[in-house]
């Protein structure tokens, strides 16, 4: 029982962070379902664990992600590291 309750609380958290990214906003270089590479280079979203992607966004925020993504800078400055860590959990493998 315990288990289950903090599974809805973790569910809840994750949800209502989650809530505050527009994944729409993805989906041009994206695609739908995560698997266009937007730059012929990077591997599809949809290939990354849920690590990498928390990892690369978190880079992408702070410029450290090794190469020049300027328009992804932008997206990741709009949120605080735990909401793109829930995002990420929704997301990839």
């Not at 992607?53 to 300027?70: Q, S, V, W």
Request: aromatic share 4%; charged share 25%; hydrophobic share 40%.
């Amino acid at each position: 029982m315990k288990k289950i309750i903090i599974g809805i609380v973790v569910l809840t958290t994750t949800t209502a962070l989650m809530a505050g990214i527009d994944s729409a906003t993805c989906i041009a270089c994206h695609g739908a379902d995560w698997s266009k590479s937007p730059d012929r280079k990077a591997k599809p979203v949809s290939e990354m664990t849920h690590a990498e992607i928390a990892t690369a966004l978190k880079g992408y925020k702070t410029g450290d992600c090794g190469r020049p993504m300027n328009r992804m800078q932008g997206q990741a400055l709009k949120y605080s590291d735990a909401e793109l860590d829930a995002f990420a959990q929704t997301i990839g493998k």
